[in-house]
Protein backbone atom coordinates (compact mmCIF):
# COMPACT_ATOMS: atom_id res chain seq x y z
CA UNK A 1 0.00 0.00 0.00
CA UNK A 2 1.23 3.47 -0.88
CA UNK A 3 0.14 6.71 0.24
CA UNK A 4 0.09 9.55 -2.04
CA UNK A 5 2.85 11.27 0.24
CA UNK A 6 5.43 7.84 -0.46
CA UNK A 7 4.82 6.39 3.14
CA UNK A 8 4.32 2.38 2.37
CA UNK A 9 2.58 -0.76 4.29
CA UNK A 10 3.39 -3.94 3.87
CA UNK A 11 0.35 -5.96 4.82
CA UNK A 12 -1.55 -7.91 2.46
CA UNK A 13 -5.08 -8.72 2.85
CA UNK A 14 -5.71 -10.26 -0.60
CA UNK A 15 -8.85 -12.91 -1.05
CA UNK A 16 -9.43 -15.23 -3.58
CA UNK A 17 -12.53 -15.83 -5.07
CA UNK A 18 -13.57 -19.34 -6.63
CA UNK A 19 -13.28 -19.18 -10.26
CA UNK A 20 -16.29 -20.95 -11.67
CA UNK A 21 -17.63 -19.41 -14.56
CA UNK A 22 -15.15 -19.06 -17.73
CA UNK A 23 -17.05 -20.26 -20.85
CA UNK A 24 -19.99 -18.42 -22.49
CA UNK A 25 -23.37 -18.62 -21.61
CA UNK A 26 -25.93 -19.45 -24.19
CA UNK A 27 -29.32 -20.85 -24.57
CA UNK A 28 -28.54 -21.50 -20.66
CA UNK A 29 -25.87 -23.16 -20.41
CA UNK A 30 -21.98 -22.09 -20.36
CA UNK A 31 -19.87 -23.54 -23.06
CA UNK A 32 -16.99 -23.65 -25.17
CA UNK A 33 -16.35 -21.47 -27.88
CA UNK A 34 -16.96 -22.95 -31.45
CA UNK A 35 -12.95 -21.95 -32.20
CA UNK A 36 -12.07 -23.40 -28.99
CA UNK A 37 -9.73 -20.02 -28.39
CA UNK A 38 -9.22 -18.48 -24.77
CA UNK A 39 -8.20 -15.38 -23.61
CA UNK A 40 -6.52 -14.33 -20.40
CA UNK A 41 -7.95 -12.07 -17.61
CA UNK A 42 -5.80 -10.32 -15.56
CA UNK A 43 -5.51 -9.10 -12.02
CA UNK A 44 -4.21 -5.62 -12.02
CA UNK A 45 -2.89 -5.41 -8.87
CA UNK A 46 -0.02 -8.13 -9.36
CA UNK A 47 -0.12 -8.06 -13.11
CA UNK A 48 -0.68 -12.19 -12.23
CA UNK A 49 -3.72 -14.34 -14.84
CA UNK A 50 -6.36 -15.04 -13.21
CA UNK A 51 -8.24 -17.38 -15.64
CA UNK A 52 -8.73 -18.17 -19.02
CA UNK A 53 -12.03 -17.09 -20.33
CA UNK A 54 -13.83 -18.45 -23.49
CA UNK A 55 -13.01 -16.17 -26.85
CA UNK A 56 -16.52 -15.89 -28.58
CA UNK A 57 -16.19 -15.03 -32.10
CA UNK A 58 -18.72 -14.26 -35.19
CA UNK A 59 -20.06 -18.13 -35.25
CA UNK A 60 -20.96 -17.86 -31.21
CA UNK A 61 -22.36 -14.83 -31.69
CA UNK A 62 -24.99 -16.14 -34.08
CA UNK A 63 -25.95 -18.52 -31.68
CA UNK A 64 -26.39 -16.50 -28.99
CA UNK A 65 -28.67 -14.18 -31.07
CA UNK A 66 -30.05 -17.05 -32.87
CA UNK A 67 -30.86 -18.59 -28.93
CA UNK A 68 -32.24 -14.71 -28.20
CA UNK A 69 -34.18 -14.62 -31.39
CA UNK A 70 -35.93 -17.85 -30.96
CA UNK A 71 -36.75 -16.79 -26.94
CA UNK A 72 -38.21 -13.61 -28.07
CA UNK A 73 -40.55 -15.05 -30.92
CA UNK A 74 -41.51 -18.30 -29.74
CA UNK A 75 -40.83 -17.68 -25.34
CA UNK A 76 -42.71 -17.41 -22.72
CA UNK A 77 -40.93 -14.24 -21.28
CA UNK A 78 -42.45 -11.58 -23.72
CA UNK A 79 -45.93 -13.50 -23.13
CA UNK A 80 -45.49 -13.41 -19.48
CA UNK A 81 -47.61 -10.81 -17.30
CA UNK A 82 -45.21 -8.11 -16.70
CA UNK A 83 -45.84 -8.87 -12.69
CA UNK A 84 -44.59 -12.22 -13.72
CA UNK A 85 -41.60 -11.35 -15.21
CA UNK A 86 -40.95 -8.46 -12.07
CA UNK A 87 -41.21 -11.38 -10.01
CA UNK A 88 -38.25 -13.12 -11.51
CA UNK A 89 -36.40 -9.93 -11.36
CA UNK A 90 -36.46 -9.58 -7.52
CA UNK A 91 -35.25 -13.44 -7.06
CA UNK A 92 -32.83 -12.27 -9.12
CA UNK A 93 -31.82 -9.19 -6.96
CA UNK A 94 -32.29 -11.38 -3.75
CA UNK A 95 -29.43 -13.60 -5.03
CA UNK A 96 -27.23 -10.94 -5.85
CA UNK A 97 -27.73 -9.57 -2.19
CA UNK A 98 -27.06 -13.40 -0.88
CA UNK A 99 -23.46 -12.86 -2.80
CA UNK A 100 -22.81 -9.28 -2.72
CA UNK A 101 -19.15 -10.71 -1.17
CA UNK A 102 -18.56 -13.03 -4.62
CA UNK A 103 -19.22 -10.65 -6.69
CA UNK A 104 -17.39 -7.93 -4.57
CA UNK A 105 -14.37 -10.34 -4.78
CA UNK A 106 -14.62 -10.79 -8.45
CA UNK A 107 -14.63 -6.98 -9.43
CA UNK A 108 -11.99 -6.54 -7.12
CA UNK A 109 -9.62 -9.05 -8.67
CA UNK A 110 -10.67 -8.27 -12.25
CA UNK A 111 -10.59 -4.39 -12.22
CA UNK A 112 -9.33 -3.35 -9.53
CA UNK A 113 -11.83 -1.85 -7.68
CA UNK A 114 -11.58 -1.33 -4.30
CA UNK A 115 -13.22 -4.02 -2.44
CA UNK A 116 -15.00 -2.05 0.74
CA UNK A 117 -16.50 0.11 -1.75
CA UNK A 118 -18.00 -2.86 -4.14
CA UNK A 119 -19.75 -4.68 -0.79
CA UNK A 120 -21.13 -1.43 0.86
CA UNK A 121 -22.13 0.90 -2.54
CA UNK A 122 -21.74 -0.51 -6.36
CA UNK A 123 -22.95 -4.33 -5.84
CA UNK A 124 -25.83 -3.45 -3.18
CA UNK A 125 -26.62 -0.82 -5.82
CA UNK A 126 -27.46 -3.02 -8.67
CA UNK A 127 -30.21 -4.96 -6.80
CA UNK A 128 -32.01 -2.29 -6.16
CA UNK A 129 -31.46 -1.46 -9.51
CA UNK A 130 -33.33 -4.65 -10.65
CA UNK A 131 -36.10 -3.99 -8.18
CA UNK A 132 -36.52 -0.93 -9.76
CA UNK A 133 -37.24 -2.08 -13.48
CA UNK A 134 -38.83 -5.10 -11.36
CA UNK A 135 -41.64 -2.87 -10.09
CA UNK A 136 -41.83 -1.33 -13.86
CA UNK A 137 -42.43 -4.20 -15.06
CA UNK A 138 -46.16 -4.59 -14.79
CA UNK A 139 -46.38 -1.02 -15.70
CA UNK A 140 -45.84 -0.39 -19.25
CA UNK A 141 -48.51 0.17 -21.45
CA UNK A 142 -49.84 2.61 -23.87
CA UNK A 143 -52.57 5.20 -23.63
CA UNK A 144 -56.08 5.77 -25.21
CA UNK A 145 -56.03 8.59 -27.56
CA UNK A 146 -58.87 11.43 -28.63
CA UNK A 147 -59.09 11.55 -32.21
CA UNK A 148 -60.75 14.44 -34.58
CA UNK A 149 -63.32 12.41 -36.42
CA UNK A 150 -65.03 9.04 -35.97
CA UNK A 151 -62.33 6.11 -35.39
CA UNK A 152 -61.00 5.51 -32.01
CA UNK A 153 -57.52 4.75 -31.59
CA UNK A 154 -54.87 3.80 -28.59
CA UNK A 155 -51.02 2.47 -27.94
CA UNK A 156 -49.30 -0.13 -27.45
CA UNK A 157 -46.16 -0.20 -25.95
CA UNK A 158 -44.08 -3.27 -27.72
CA UNK A 159 -40.64 -4.79 -26.74
CA UNK A 160 -38.16 -4.28 -29.50
CA UNK A 161 -37.02 -7.71 -29.61
CA UNK A 162 -33.52 -8.89 -29.26
CA UNK A 163 -30.80 -6.65 -28.05
CA UNK A 164 -27.02 -6.54 -27.69
CA UNK A 165 -25.74 -4.78 -25.14
CA UNK A 166 -21.58 -3.95 -24.74
CA UNK A 167 -20.51 -3.42 -21.08
CA UNK A 168 -17.51 -1.59 -20.09
CA UNK A 169 -15.21 -2.45 -17.76
CA UNK A 170 -15.46 0.34 -15.50
CA UNK A 171 -18.00 -1.08 -13.64
CA UNK A 172 -18.79 -4.73 -14.68
CA UNK A 173 -21.45 -5.53 -12.55
CA UNK A 174 -23.44 -2.24 -12.23
CA UNK A 175 -23.16 -1.51 -16.31
CA UNK A 176 -24.61 -5.13 -16.97
CA UNK A 177 -27.61 -4.86 -14.68
CA UNK A 178 -28.08 -1.08 -15.58
CA UNK A 179 -28.40 -2.42 -19.13
CA UNK A 180 -30.18 -5.50 -19.00
CA UNK A 181 -32.40 -4.63 -16.00
CA UNK A 182 -35.05 -2.23 -18.23
CA UNK A 183 -34.14 -4.62 -21.23
CA UNK A 184 -35.48 -7.47 -18.81
CA UNK A 185 -38.40 -5.41 -17.39
CA UNK A 186 -40.05 -4.34 -21.06
CA UNK A 187 -39.79 -8.32 -22.33
CA UNK A 188 -36.77 -8.26 -24.83
CA UNK A 189 -34.14 -10.68 -24.94
CA UNK A 190 -30.21 -9.98 -25.70
CA UNK A 191 -26.44 -10.74 -25.76
CA UNK A 192 -24.48 -9.03 -23.64
CA UNK A 193 -20.79 -8.83 -24.27
CA UNK A 194 -18.68 -7.96 -21.49
CA UNK A 195 -15.38 -6.02 -21.55
CA UNK A 196 -12.64 -8.19 -22.24
CA UNK A 197 -10.52 -6.57 -19.20
CA UNK A 198 -13.09 -7.61 -16.74
CA UNK A 199 -15.86 -10.64 -17.54
CA UNK A 200 -15.63 -12.09 -14.60
CA UNK A 201 -18.38 -10.70 -12.77
CA UNK A 202 -20.73 -10.78 -15.73
CA UNK A 203 -20.27 -14.30 -16.21
CA UNK A 204 -21.38 -15.11 -12.52
CA UNK A 205 -24.37 -12.96 -12.94
CA UNK A 206 -25.31 -14.87 -15.77
CA UNK A 207 -25.31 -18.27 -13.66
CA UNK A 208 -27.48 -16.18 -10.69
CA UNK A 209 -29.45 -15.27 -13.57
CA UNK A 210 -30.17 -18.90 -14.27
CA UNK A 211 -30.99 -19.61 -11.25
CA UNK A 212 -33.52 -16.96 -10.76
CA UNK A 213 -35.87 -18.91 -13.01
CA UNK A 214 -34.72 -15.88 -16.54
CA UNK A 215 -35.63 -18.59 -19.32
CA UNK A 216 -32.92 -20.32 -21.50
CA UNK A 217 -31.95 -17.91 -24.68
CA UNK A 218 -33.46 -14.62 -22.54
CA UNK A 219 -30.75 -13.38 -21.59
CA UNK A 220 -26.61 -14.43 -23.24
CA UNK A 221 -23.40 -13.63 -22.04
CA UNK A 222 -20.48 -13.58 -25.34
CA UNK A 223 -17.06 -12.74 -23.96
CA UNK A 224 -14.25 -12.03 -26.52
CA UNK A 225 -12.08 -9.32 -27.75
CA UNK A 226 -13.21 -6.30 -29.29
CA UNK A 227 -12.08 -2.88 -30.64
CA UNK A 228 -11.56 -0.24 -28.18
CA UNK A 229 -11.24 2.62 -30.55
CA UNK A 230 -14.38 4.67 -31.28
CA UNK A 231 -16.64 2.10 -30.78
CA UNK A 232 -20.16 4.20 -30.69
CA UNK A 233 -18.88 5.72 -34.21
CA UNK A 234 -18.66 1.94 -35.39
CA UNK A 235 -21.83 1.22 -34.13
CA UNK A 236 -23.50 3.76 -35.81
CA UNK A 237 -21.79 2.92 -39.22
CA UNK A 238 -23.39 -0.27 -38.55
CA UNK A 239 -26.47 0.80 -37.92
CA UNK A 240 -26.74 2.37 -41.46
CA UNK A 241 -25.21 0.02 -43.22
CA UNK A 242 -27.71 -3.35 -42.47
CA UNK A 243 -30.78 -2.79 -40.97
CA UNK A 244 -30.74 0.87 -39.36
CA UNK A 245 -30.83 -0.70 -36.12
CA UNK A 246 -32.09 1.53 -32.85
CA UNK A 247 -28.98 2.76 -31.14
CA UNK A 248 -28.23 3.94 -27.47
CA UNK A 249 -24.84 5.33 -26.76
CA UNK A 250 -23.10 6.31 -23.72
CA UNK A 251 -19.75 7.28 -24.87
CA UNK A 252 -17.93 9.20 -21.83
CA UNK A 253 -17.11 12.58 -21.02
CA UNK A 254 -15.13 15.20 -19.85
CA UNK A 255 -16.84 16.54 -16.94
CA UNK A 256 -16.74 20.42 -15.29
CA UNK A 257 -16.65 20.49 -11.78
CA UNK A 258 -17.20 24.65 -11.31
CA UNK A 259 -16.51 26.19 -8.15
CA UNK A 260 -17.33 29.19 -6.67
CA UNK A 261 -16.01 31.78 -4.31
CA UNK A 262 -18.89 31.63 -1.55
CA UNK A 263 -18.43 27.83 -1.32
CA UNK A 264 -17.35 26.26 1.26
CA UNK A 265 -13.45 25.41 0.58
CA UNK A 266 -13.24 22.22 2.66
CA UNK A 267 -16.71 20.71 1.16
CA UNK A 268 -15.47 21.78 -2.07
CA UNK A 269 -12.06 20.21 -1.94
CA UNK A 270 -13.56 16.66 -0.65
CA UNK A 271 -16.20 17.30 -3.73
CA UNK A 272 -13.32 17.66 -6.46
CA UNK A 273 -11.15 14.87 -4.83
CA UNK A 274 -13.93 12.36 -5.38
CA UNK A 275 -15.26 13.61 -8.75
CA UNK A 276 -11.90 13.37 -10.00
CA UNK A 277 -10.17 10.21 -8.17
CA UNK A 278 -12.94 8.04 -7.27
CA UNK A 279 -13.27 4.49 -8.89
CA UNK A 280 -9.27 5.23 -9.91
CA UNK A 281 -10.89 7.93 -12.48
CA UNK A 282 -12.40 5.74 -14.69
CA UNK A 283 -15.72 6.80 -14.56
CA UNK A 284 -17.44 8.67 -17.47
CA UNK A 285 -18.80 11.63 -15.76
CA UNK A 286 -15.44 12.03 -13.73
CA UNK A 287 -15.03 15.71 -12.86
CA UNK A 288 -11.30 16.23 -14.75
CA UNK A 289 -11.95 19.25 -15.43
CA UNK A 290 -12.15 21.42 -11.95
CA UNK A 291 -12.63 25.30 -12.27
CA UNK A 292 -11.93 27.40 -9.35
CA UNK A 293 -12.89 31.18 -9.02
CA UNK A 294 -10.25 33.42 -8.20
CA UNK A 295 -11.42 34.61 -4.85
CA UNK A 296 -10.73 31.20 -3.17
CA UNK A 297 -8.29 29.89 -5.52
CA UNK A 298 -5.45 29.95 -3.87
CA UNK A 299 -7.42 28.60 -0.56
CA UNK A 300 -8.74 25.58 -2.35
CA UNK A 301 -5.36 24.31 -4.58
CA UNK A 302 -4.04 24.09 -0.92
CA UNK A 303 -6.81 22.41 0.27
CA UNK A 304 -6.58 19.76 -2.56
CA UNK A 305 -2.83 19.34 -2.26
CA UNK A 306 -3.28 18.34 1.73
CA UNK A 307 -6.00 15.82 0.80
CA UNK A 308 -4.49 14.48 -2.00
CA UNK A 309 -1.49 13.64 0.34
CA UNK A 310 -3.54 11.79 2.72
CA UNK A 311 -5.41 9.81 -0.53
CA UNK A 312 -4.25 5.91 -0.35
CA UNK A 313 -3.21 4.25 -2.93
CA UNK A 314 -2.97 0.22 -3.08
CA UNK A 315 -3.74 -2.86 -2.08
CA UNK A 316 -8.02 -2.89 -3.29
CA UNK A 317 -8.68 -5.04 -0.55
CA UNK A 318 -7.20 -3.27 2.23
CA UNK A 319 -9.94 -1.67 3.91
CA UNK A 320 -8.34 1.65 4.36
CA UNK A 321 -7.37 2.24 0.33
CA UNK A 322 -8.64 4.81 -1.76
CA UNK A 323 -7.91 3.99 -4.80
CA UNK A 324 -6.71 0.69 -6.54
CA UNK A 325 -4.76 -0.03 -10.03
CA UNK A 326 -5.89 1.04 -13.15
CA UNK A 327 -7.65 -1.85 -14.96
CA UNK A 328 -4.93 -2.65 -17.21
CA UNK A 329 -1.30 -1.83 -19.06
CA UNK A 330 -3.17 -0.36 -21.71
CA UNK A 331 -5.37 2.09 -19.88
CA UNK A 332 -2.20 2.29 -17.25
CA UNK A 333 0.27 3.44 -20.30
CA UNK A 334 -2.39 5.50 -21.18
CA UNK A 335 -2.52 7.70 -18.16
CA UNK A 336 0.75 7.98 -17.80
CA UNK A 337 1.10 9.65 -21.25
CA UNK A 338 -1.32 11.84 -20.60
CA UNK A 339 0.56 12.85 -17.80
CA UNK A 340 3.72 12.96 -19.40
CA UNK A 341 1.82 15.47 -22.50
CA UNK A 342 0.80 17.81 -19.55
CA UNK A 343 4.06 18.25 -18.08
CA UNK A 344 5.04 19.24 -21.88
CA UNK A 345 2.00 21.77 -22.46
CA UNK A 346 2.92 23.95 -19.64
CA UNK A 347 0.68 22.81 -16.90
CA UNK A 348 1.93 22.60 -13.65
CA UNK A 349 1.84 19.26 -11.67
CA UNK A 350 1.09 20.22 -8.10
CA UNK A 351 1.33 16.34 -6.93
CA UNK A 352 1.27 13.12 -8.07
CA UNK A 353 2.34 11.90 -11.55
CA UNK A 354 4.00 8.82 -11.09
CA UNK A 355 3.73 4.80 -10.90
CA UNK A 356 3.58 4.12 -7.42
CA UNK A 357 4.31 0.42 -6.21
CA UNK A 358 6.42 -2.57 -6.48
CA UNK A 359 3.62 -4.62 -8.58
CA UNK A 360 0.51 -3.95 -10.53
CA UNK A 361 -0.98 -0.66 -12.94
CA UNK A 362 -0.91 1.59 -9.62
CA UNK A 363 -0.99 5.91 -10.37
CA UNK A 364 -1.07 8.27 -8.05
CA UNK A 365 -3.31 10.86 -7.75
CA UNK A 366 -2.70 13.83 -9.67
CA UNK A 367 -3.46 17.43 -9.68
CA UNK A 368 -2.24 20.00 -12.39
CA UNK A 369 -3.15 23.78 -12.40
CA UNK A 370 -2.14 26.58 -14.81
CA UNK A 371 -3.98 24.17 -17.64
CA UNK A 372 -4.29 25.43 -20.97
CA UNK A 373 -8.55 25.28 -21.94
CA UNK A 374 -7.05 23.85 -25.18
CA UNK A 375 -4.33 21.48 -23.66
CA UNK A 376 -4.84 17.60 -24.11
CA UNK A 377 -5.32 17.07 -20.62
CA UNK A 378 -8.31 19.56 -20.46
CA UNK A 379 -9.63 18.22 -23.82
CA UNK A 380 -9.32 14.32 -24.28
CA UNK A 381 -11.27 12.01 -21.46
CA UNK A 382 -7.75 10.52 -19.54
CA UNK A 383 -9.94 7.81 -17.50
CA UNK A 384 -7.49 7.54 -14.87
CA UNK A 385 -6.50 9.63 -11.11
CA UNK A 386 -5.67 12.99 -12.90
CA UNK A 387 -6.90 16.28 -12.22
CA UNK A 388 -6.86 19.61 -14.27
CA UNK A 389 -7.32 22.64 -12.44
CA UNK A 390 -8.55 26.08 -13.78
CA UNK A 391 -8.80 29.80 -12.43
CA UNK A 392 -12.01 31.92 -13.57
CA UNK A 393 -13.45 35.22 -12.85
CA UNK A 394 -17.52 35.21 -14.10
CA UNK A 395 -20.01 33.48 -14.06
CA UNK A 396 -20.17 34.09 -17.94
CA UNK A 397 -16.75 33.21 -18.46
CA UNK A 398 -16.94 29.93 -16.75
CA UNK A 399 -20.29 28.91 -18.36
CA UNK A 400 -18.32 29.20 -21.97
CA UNK A 401 -15.15 27.73 -20.86
CA UNK A 402 -17.21 24.70 -19.23
CA UNK A 403 -19.12 24.43 -22.06
CA UNK A 404 -16.21 24.66 -24.32
CA UNK A 405 -15.97 20.98 -25.19
CA UNK A 406 -17.24 18.25 -27.53
CA UNK A 407 -18.90 15.72 -24.60
CA UNK A 408 -21.83 16.89 -22.38
CA UNK A 409 -22.47 13.66 -19.72
CA UNK A 410 -22.53 15.39 -16.52
CA UNK A 411 -21.06 18.45 -14.46
CA UNK A 412 -20.87 19.57 -10.79
CA UNK A 413 -21.83 23.16 -9.49
CA UNK A 414 -20.61 23.95 -5.23
CA UNK A 415 -22.09 27.51 -4.75
CA UNK A 416 -24.61 28.83 -1.62
CA UNK A 417 -26.25 31.07 -4.20
CA UNK A 418 -29.55 29.48 -5.57
CA UNK A 419 -29.58 32.01 -8.50
CA UNK A 420 -25.97 31.18 -9.98
CA UNK A 421 -26.84 27.55 -9.13
CA UNK A 422 -30.24 27.71 -11.13
CA UNK A 423 -28.30 29.77 -13.90
CA UNK A 424 -25.65 27.79 -14.55
CA UNK A 425 -27.36 24.14 -14.29
CA UNK A 426 -29.45 25.56 -17.23
CA UNK A 427 -26.50 26.72 -19.07
CA UNK A 428 -24.52 24.08 -19.10
CA UNK A 429 -25.07 21.32 -21.78
CA UNK A 430 -24.67 18.21 -19.89
CA UNK A 431 -27.18 15.20 -19.06
CA UNK A 432 -26.71 15.50 -15.24
CA UNK A 433 -25.59 18.46 -13.26
CA UNK A 434 -25.03 18.00 -9.45
CA UNK A 435 -25.12 20.48 -7.18
CA UNK A 436 -23.01 20.69 -3.65
CA UNK A 437 -22.55 16.49 -4.46
CA UNK A 438 -21.20 14.70 -7.27
CA UNK A 439 -21.22 11.21 -8.36
CA UNK A 440 -24.80 10.97 -6.64
CA UNK A 441 -26.83 8.19 -9.08
CA UNK A 442 -29.98 6.68 -8.23
CA UNK A 443 -32.13 4.26 -9.92
CA UNK A 444 -34.94 6.58 -10.42
CA UNK A 445 -32.96 9.75 -12.01
CA UNK A 446 -32.02 9.45 -15.55
CA UNK A 447 -28.60 10.06 -16.54
CA UNK A 448 -27.29 10.23 -20.46
CA UNK A 449 -25.54 12.47 -22.91
CA UNK A 450 -25.61 15.44 -24.73
CA UNK A 451 -23.30 15.65 -28.03
CA UNK A 452 -20.48 13.49 -28.08
CA UNK A 453 -21.29 11.86 -24.94
CA UNK A 454 -24.03 9.76 -26.79
CA UNK A 455 -27.83 9.53 -26.62
CA UNK A 456 -30.32 7.38 -24.61
CA UNK A 457 -30.90 7.40 -21.13
CA UNK A 458 -30.39 4.82 -18.26
CA UNK A 459 -31.88 4.92 -14.32
CA UNK A 460 -35.04 6.01 -14.53
CA UNK A 461 -38.35 5.00 -16.55
CA UNK A 462 -36.85 6.81 -19.20
CA UNK A 463 -34.34 3.83 -19.61
CA UNK A 464 -37.04 1.58 -20.92
CA UNK A 465 -37.83 4.07 -23.85
CA UNK A 466 -35.26 2.02 -25.65
CA UNK A 467 -36.21 -1.34 -25.08
CA UNK A 468 -39.72 -0.30 -26.16
CA UNK A 469 -41.56 0.84 -29.56
CA UNK A 470 -44.96 2.30 -29.60
CA UNK A 471 -47.55 1.20 -32.20
CA UNK A 472 -50.52 3.54 -32.70
CA UNK A 473 -54.00 1.12 -33.48
CA UNK A 474 -57.16 2.94 -34.86
CA UNK A 475 -60.79 1.84 -35.34
CA UNK A 476 -63.36 3.31 -36.71
CA UNK A 477 -66.87 4.07 -34.58
CA UNK A 478 -70.28 3.55 -35.78
CA UNK A 479 -73.18 5.07 -34.75
CA UNK A 480 -71.35 6.65 -31.59
CA UNK A 481 -73.72 8.77 -29.36
CA UNK A 482 -70.70 10.83 -28.87
CA UNK A 483 -67.06 11.60 -29.99
Same mark, same amino acid.
Given at each position: ???????????????????????????????????????? !???????????????????????????????????????????????????????? @???????????????????????????????????????????????????????????????????????????????????????????? !?????????????????????????????????? !??????????????????????????????????????????????????????????????????????????????????????????????????????????????????????????????????????? @????????????????????????????????????????????????????????????????????????????????????????????????????????????????????? !?????????
Amino acid at each position: MVMADGSTSSENYKRIPNIGFTNLFINGDFVHSISGKTFE !TIDPSTKQVIANIAQGDKEDVDLAVKAARQAFDDGCWPRMPGYMRGKIMNKFADLI @DENIEELALLETLDAGKVFSFETTVDIPSISKELRYFAGAADKIHGKTLKLSSEFQGYTLLEPIGVVGLIIPWNFPSAMFILKCAPALAAGC !TMVVKPAEQAPLPALYLAHLAKLAGIPDGVLNVV !TGLGHIAEVGRRIMQASATSNLKTVSLELGGKSPLIIFDDADVDQAADLALFGSLANKGEICVCSSRVFVQEGIYDELMKKLVEKAKTWIVGDPFDPSTCQGPQVDKKQYERVLSYIDHGKREGATLLIGGKPCG @DEGYFIEPTIFENVADDSLIARDEIFGPVMAVMKFKTVEEVIKRGNATSYGLAAGIVTNDLNIANRVSRSIRAGIVWINCYHNFDSGCPIGGYKMSGFGKDHGMEALQKYIKTKAVV !TPIYDSPWL
